[in-house]
């Protein structure tokens, strides 16, 4: 069996992190088929290597009914030929390029403004090209069908130890730990680690720890944006209480909503282990 997912998010991490938590979780699963992420090229230097295939995904191309299905995104589809495919949140980009033969096709949802399942008149969103639409996060919408938990890149037995994150950084045990992690739009790291004595973790940065939340249980104060990942898996890994954090403007993410609305949501599984669960069962 060959698993798919599908993003095209270029703000941030967030939907690059989402696939290597749904491949970690088919491992975990003991997943024996073949698994691949595709999306955007990322500007992330250790991201690199994760089951990333890198695409050029061109709208006007893609809005396109007669060109959509000979598109870089269509021709790496295809060639993979898929036998389930993941999207994460980004409909519009496949609208004109699915159904594909023999595939099955689950959309993955969190919070989104309320007329992204409309679209524009040339790329209408046609539900029946999904099997099952997928809540990821408590959001309601009358083209969602069903939700899971939040999808997490890791589980609280996979983190690194306690001390970990000090060893790494060459903290001392006596010093406050507070670090910085978020990558987001250019300026907004700076935003969160105004104090000089705050230490950043940067994605962009060649040495960045990856995935960040795996360490981030050794901080004693965690500041960072309030993004889908970062929220949910402070929130799973058990981290919140000491994390700060600040919502910042996105065009189809509501941050201040989730910070909001969803902290006293009782997580009780990883999402990614959930659908895992129903992949791995086919």
Not at 5 to 22: E, I, N, Q
Not at 87 to 97: E, K
Not at 196 to 209: I, K
């Amino acid at each position: 069996m060959r698993v798919a997912y599908f993003t095209a998010g270029t703000v941030g991490a967030g939907h690059l992190v989402r696939g290597l938590a749904m491949g970690r979780a088919l491992r975990r699963r003991g997943f024996a088929g073949e698994y691949r992420a595709f999306g955007p090229a990322t500007p992330y230097p250790v991201a690199a290597g994760h089951q990333h295939c890198a695409l050029a995904i061109r709208e006007t191309e893609l809005r396109d009914p007669a060109r959509a299905g000979a598109s870089e995104v269509a021709s790496a589809l295809c060639e993979f030929r898929p036998d389930l495919l993941l999207v994460d949140l980004f409909w519009a980009p496949l609208r004109h390029v699915l159904p594909l033969d023999g595939c099955e096709c689950w959309l993955l949802v969190r919070t989104c403004p309320r007329a992204w399942f409309t679209g524009p008149p040339d790329t209408r969103f046609e539900p029946r090209q999904y099997r099952r639409v997928i809540a990821i996060e408590p959001f309601r919408h009358a083209a969602i069908r069903e939700s899971v938990d939040p999808v997490v890149v890791c589980n609280p037995d996979e983190c690194r130890p306690p001390t970990a994150l000090r060893e790494r950084l060459g903290v001392p045990a006596e010093r406050r730990l507070v670090v910085a992690s978020h990558a987001g739009v250019a300026g907004e790291l700076d935003a969160l680690a105004r104090d000089a004595t705050v230490v950043r973790l940067d994605l962009f940065d060649e040495q960045a720890l990856f995935p960040a939340a795996e360490w981030l249980g050794g901080a004693d104060e965690v500041l960072t944006g309030g993004g889908y990942n970062a929220f949910w898996e402070a929130r799973w890994l058990g981290y919140a209480p000491r994390t700060r954090f600040t919502p910042f403007a996105r065009t189809i993410d509501d941050q201040a909503w989730r910070l909001t609305n969803c902290a006293t949501y009782p997580m009780r599984t990883n999402g990614a282990d959930t659908l895992a669960a129903t992949i791995a069962g086919r």
